[in-house]
């Protein structure tokens, strides 16, 4: 009888008796950790919440459930590092309370080896965690939002609806030779329905000092010609003594400004309802007004994208470090340094977040500080635990 080809045999050969064996010990307390960190976070998170608005305004059930479930893949993104984590410290705790480990390095494995497969784990769960995180997070924290503003009858559009703000900001040179940021144009509206806004105000710097004032009933951006087109109006234009020059009034003036105001108020998502595209989008509008410290907080916000998913690889060599130790180590103490080390770590990520956006810390290095950290941290002690 002919046996049949199996064409992952050849990488499956490659993989070792112990690093199945490992890998196998680790999967069990994973996906128990997903389930208990998930299950926390959503009870703590939203269930309080829910059950609070539930008593006051008479959620349904059905909506309640509905929104706990959307509200899942949230908590769900933040329990994949903290679940390798429990994953690495028990499994590793286990095989050097059962002196498999002590075993293994009698045989001349290092413990450099004996971590491996932990960090291999982590390199899937970080793919997969960065797959969730882009593709199923956004989509439903959106979703949820939208469901319960409508049983709360408070649902918004996808637009702003009132007080569009908008300030454009250009470089000047100065006599020094140095470049300052200085506000060239601001734009204001009361009220927009999508289509058109209403109650406008705009106050221009283009030139030197202020030049004009531009008030009008309505306004509406004007695809064919790239211009917006204003209705029942006034325009003052300004001396450089600061009086009135000129006062023109107008049944219907097209004017020539960029339509980033319209952008940035059809932009209705919030940071954590987009994904890196989206978010990406909103920064290139955010460029356009020159508003740094919401540029700033976009930039943070999307580095914190790709960062949090590679919490997994530092959890991982963290965790193994960390119970690659002669001692026994009971569950509940594997529990208990599961929840100071992942307390630690949001708490540095709550204050690099804090620094970035005081401008203490660059965009990048505020994202990535707490996995910097930790992954020194992990590296040191898996060197002691080598020693």
Known sequence: ???????????????????????????????????FFSSIGVTIGSLFDLMRRTVDVGLPASLVLKVLLLSLPQFMAYAFPASVLLAALLTYSRLSADSELVALRSCGVSIYRLVLPAIALSFVVTGIAFTFNEYVVPAANYQAKVSLDKALNKEKPSFQERNIFYPEYTKVKLP????????????????????????????????????????????????????????????????????YRNILKFEHQQLQLPRT?????????????????????????????????????????????????????????????????????????????SVIVIFAYYLLMSVADALGLSNFLSPVIAAWLPNLFGLGAGTWFLFRAAR
């Open 1 to 35: 009888m002919t046996k049949s080809f199996n064409p992952l045999y050849p990488l499956i050969s490659t993989v070792s008796v112990m690093d199945r064996y490992i890998v196998t010990e680790l999967v069990a307390p994973f996906l128990f950790g997903m389930g």
């Open 261 to 337: 105001a319209l952008d940035l108020a059809n932009s209705g998502r919030d940071y954590g309802e987009m994904n890196l595209a989206q978010a990406r989008e909103r920064l290139e509008l955010e460029r356009l007004s020159g508003n740094q410290q919401k540029i700033r907080k976009l930039l943070i916000r999307i580095h914190q994208k790709i960062a949090l998913p590679f919490a997994c690889v530092v959890f991982g060599i963290v965790g193994a470090a960390l119970a690659n130790r002669p001692t026994r180590t009971s569950k509940a103490t594997g529990f208990g340094i």
């Open 176 to 243: 020094n030779g140095e470049k300052e940021q200085v506000l060239k144009r601001l734009f204001y509206a009361e009220k927009f329905d999508g289509q058109k806004m209403e109650g406008l105000t705009i106050l221009d710097w283009s030139q030197e000092g202020l030049n004009q004032i531009v008030t009008s009933q309505s306004a509406a951006w004007n695809p064919g010609q790239n211009t917006w087109d204003f209705f029942k109006g006034t325009i003052y234009l300004i001396s450089p003594d600061a009086s």
